[in-house]
């Protein structure tokens, strides 16, 4: 089952817009992953924001967490249609097992 | 490095049939994990082994499916017999020991069981 909800479900935006996608999430954790999948592609790890943690940046990406709400959102800055993808919030269950959600699939328009 | 490496990339066979998937992992990666992607239930965790031996095989969804680390370098997901439910992107990944819980994937194999 997914425990990561991102929202929305699918974003369509010019290249050059920034774009904002969201995650909830129902159990305490210890860090949360933002991964990316491009079209029949493995997933890439984007970045990890731990829970002692309020923002983090990786070029133009960059990560908030709200623990109180069980939030998190990523927004990518300047988007390139290589951005075109879809982005999944991970959060880790236990030791080793990564929960994915269904994830954004984002669509960058030329 | 040459990242994580699954072979073959498409797999397509006939129900019954038996289908082995392979996963090398990166050198050096303590742990290795089997995922299965579909439309229908997203990506799910298959099994996971630690230094070659397997930790957690609750994932698995019945006997037919069976999973294999004989040594650091190589592993195995096999089905006999196979259905066409089992249609899906089966992906490996690896992960050193230490880290937030960043995992490694490789590009998939893509299995249609007709």
């Known amino acids: 089952s997914q425990q990561g909800e991102e929202d929305p479900q699918a974003l369509s935006i010019q290249e050059g817009e920034n774009a904002t996608m969201n995650c909830s999430y129902k159990?305490?954790?210890?860090?949360l992953q933002w991964y990316r999948q491009n079209s029949g592609r493995g997933l890439v790890h984007l970045i990890l924001i731990r829970s002692n943690e309020r923002e983090k940046h990786s070029g133009r990406l960059r990560v908030t967490l709200d623990t109180s709400k069980k939030s998190s959102s990523l927004l990518i800055t300047a988007s390139r249609a290589a951005d075109t993808a879809s982005y999944f919030c991970?959060?880790?269950?236990?030791?080793?097992?990564?929960?994915f959600g269904q994830g954004t699939r984002l669509t960058i328009n030329p | 490095d040459a990242g994580v490496i699954q072979s073959p990339r498409h797999e397509v066979t006939e129900m019954g049939q038996e289908v082995t998937l392979r996963c090398k992992p990166i050198?050096?990666?303590?742990?290795l994990f089997w995922y299965r992607q579909t439309m229908m239930r997203g990506l799910e965790l298959l099994i996971y082994f630690n230094n070659n031996v397997p930790i957690d095989d609750s994932g698995m969804p019945e006997d037919r499916f069976s999973a294999k680390m004989p040594n650091a370098s190589f592993s195995t997901l096999k089905i006999q017999p196979s259905e066409p439910r089992d249609s899906a992107v089966y992906f490996c990944?690896?992960?050193?020991?230490?880290?937030?819980?960043?995992?490694?994937f490789g590009p998939g194999t893509r299995l249609t069981v007709t």
């Open positions: 991970v959060r880790r269950q236990g030791a080793q097992k990564l929960v």
């Open positions: 050198s050096g990666h303590d742990y």
């Open positions: 990944a690896s992960r050193t020991g230490g880290g937030g819980g960043e995992q490694y």
């Open positions: 159990t305490s954790i210890n860090n």
